[in-house]
């Protein structure tokens, strides 16, 4: 078993925390977080032990009622693999305490890619990580782009991309983030971060990423260009993706016309907390127009990254292969929701390898 500790229980992290105990391999000894609130009364009720991330403050706990297991040292000292998912910035500051304690860690997207040995997507670069200490699972849009994009780089190489990200202000709890009323160019500049966070795990890759924010909590949406190195037919290109199984199509006669029903239907499917840890992609978008693809999808932002922690997790200190690991994560959470719909094609050729 895997002994693996979360530094940092909010929207990811509570996430994850809950989907390792999914996991055949691997055994949660606990989360860390600073304050006494709903989110560590939550985490009591599950069962999890909780240590204090920030000693000084380790009494609050105890005015609150709440035990504590002790500081965030023993968690990191009992466990192979930390998971931090602290607030950005504060998981490269923290990488001292996991490195005095030998403990593997994995770091969030919003950390510096240099503040670890690499960036990582399971489905891109699962077998690339070798004696990597500490990865760091890139943001959410990056993972949803990065999906995509690799199993078309690989079979049809990319000679560019271009993709317009129209982002959420917030997550649903965020109270004081925004627009409210407004959309914004977010960057001004060309490319936003995006385009360079995809170059750590394709350096070579030709992209440019614009970013807009609008007054919205439930998902992201891309709208996607990628001009191929060679002419695809549009009913290749969505076979190939289609057996991609953290790529969910979203049938056209689904009528899922915006990202209200779709969180409405992971909901309705019994998600846990709506989740879609797919990229989501409208079918009837995939476009082909000579070496030009065209398409829209959705990206769960507060989900997406949660099925790549549990496979970084196994690439740091497991001896599974990505396969096998992919295929223990998706199917121990139940990744793909295709099977809901009675007429998807792309059951035909699920769950082959492609490439
Ligand atoms: N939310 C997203 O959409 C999203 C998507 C992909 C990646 N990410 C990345 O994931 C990371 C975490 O983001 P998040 O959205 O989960 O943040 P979050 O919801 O704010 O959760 C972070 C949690 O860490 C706790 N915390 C604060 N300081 C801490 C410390 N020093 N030690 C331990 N715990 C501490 C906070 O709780 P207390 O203050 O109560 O301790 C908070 O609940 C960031 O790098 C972010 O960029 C976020």
Redesign the pocket.
């Known amino acids: 078993m895997i002994r693996v500790g979360v530094?940092?229980?909010?929207?990811?992290?509570k996430r994850v925390a809950d989907a390792i105990c999914s996991q055949p391999d691997m055994k949660l000894v606990g989360v860390?977080?600073?304050?006494p609130?709903y989110?560590?009364e939550i985490a009591i009720r599950n069962g999890y032990d909780l240590y204090a991330?920030?000693p000084e403050h380790a009494d609050a706990f105890a005015e609150a009622g709440i035990d504590v297991a002790g500081p965030?040292d023993e968690l990191v000292a009992d466990s192979d693999v930390i998971v931090d998912?602290?607030?950005?910035g504060?998981?490269e500051r923290?990488c001292e305490l996991y490195e005095k304690h030998s403990t593997k860690a994995i770091?969030?997207?919003?950390?510096d890619a240099d503040a670890a040995d690499q960036s990582f997507v399971a489905r891109a670069n699962y077998d690339k990580v070798g004696d990597a200490d500490i990865l760091r699972?890139v943001?959410?849009n990056t993972t949803g782009l990065t999906r995509l994009l690799t199993p078309l780089e690989n079979r049809y190489g990319i000679e560019k991309a271009r993709v317009t990200l129209i982002r959420r202000g917030g997550?649903p709890?965020e109270i004081d983030r925004g627009p409210i009323n407004d959309i914004v160019p977010d960057p001004t500049e060309i490319p936003s971060h995006h385009g360079p966070d995809l170059n750590t795990i394709f350096p070579e890759m030709d992209i440019d990423t614009a970013g807009v924010k609008v007054p919205a909590t439930l998902m992201h949406l891309h709208s996607v260009n990628v001009t191929l190195e060679s002419e695809p037919r549009a009913r290749d290109v969505r076979e190939l993706l289609g057996r991609e199984s953290r790529l969910f199509f979203i049938p056209e006669q689904a009528g899922i016309e915006g990202l209200g029903p779709l969180k409405e239907f992971a909901r309705d499917a019994g998600r846990q907390r709506g989740d879609l840890w797919e990229n989501c992609l409208w079918e009837e978008s995939i476009t082909a127009e000579g070496r030009d693809l065209y398409l829209f999808q959705s990206i769960h932002?507060?989900a997406d990254?949660v099925p790549e922690n549990i496979d970084a997790i196994r690439a740091l200190a497991g001896d599974r292969t990505r396969e096998q690991s992919m295929q223990l994560t998706d199917r121990t959470l139940g990744v793909g929701l295709e099977s809901m719909f009675t007429d998807q094609k792309r059951r035909a050729v699920r769950p082959a390898a492609d490439d």
């Open positions: 530094n940092g229980y909010g929207t990811i992290g860390a977080k600073t304050r609130n989110e560590a991330a920030d965030v998912a602290t607030p950005s504060i998981g923290n770091l969030q997207g919003g950390e699972v943001s959410c997550d709890g932002q507060e990254v």
